[in-house]
């Protein structure tokens, strides 16, 4: 068996898994995205929670497969849970996946995620290159949220913060780069509309925690999670007429990805 029929193999599965046991994804995310992300992990088969109620987080992590924490509403409210709700999935032995989006683009944005990443255990880390590049101690170049750096200049920055951190690592971008201390990848494929689109790097995020639901390994299900993100980019785009029915097409593409579509599109350097 090749390297690439193994890999696509191991997507398939989990991508089963998912589907099959329907894993409850718990999110604090922003309200730019809240709906994008949560249609995006039922169309690839997972059950969204979408709450930043410190309240409440304990209960959710009683029955929760994974954890996702989005920084990109840094309203005190919602950074007010993230705590809670991390303390609450360590004690469950609940994955919790971190997105610190704009790292680099303001002090709160840049010590909010490196105070809760000292005091918590992250199972994946995903990011741009700019936010990925900031945690590892490099000042990247940001626009708004948005990385002026490319996801290679960043890969020698990420395998760093792996190593520091004991997990994984995902810089998003054009070539999406996967590392942990020992391991490290480069997925290709996708489409050049993708950035155009408001939430789908965390939607990225998102699609990690539904494979962190099912995978304890954190890199296998952070490269599963960007080799899904990739075909199903691609398949969207041989339908879409720009960003908007790109989208559209998106959620279709999560929904019915199979086989076929794993093993003719995954595009991944080991």
Partial sequence: MTAAHSLAESVLRDLTAIRAKNPVVTSITNYVVTNTTANALLAIGASPIMSHAAEEMAELMVFSGALVINLGTVAPEYIAAMD????????????????????????????????????????IVRGNASEIMTLAGQSGETKGVDSTAKSDDAAG??????????????????????????ASARVLGGSALMPRVTGLGCTATAICGAFAAVNKNPFEAALHACAAMKV??????????????????????????????????????L
């Fill in 84 to 123: 809670p709700a991390w303390a609450a999935a360590d004690k469950a032995g609940v994955p919790v996946i971190l997105d610190p989006v704009g790292a680099g683009a303001s002090k709160l944005r840049t010590e909010t995620p490196l105070a809760l990443l000292a005091r918590h255990k992250a199972f």
């Fill in 157 to 182: 920055f990420a395998q760093t913060l792996a190593k520091r951190l004991e997990c994984a690592v995902v810089v998003s971008g054009e070539a999406d780069q996967v590392c942990t201390g020992q």
């Fill in 232 to 269: 199903a980019g691609e398949m969207a785009a041989e339908k879409a007429s720009g960003p908007g029915t790109l989208q559209l097409y998106f959620y279709d593409a999560l929904y019915a990805m199979g086989e076929e579509d794993i093993r003719q599109r995954l595009k991944v350097e």
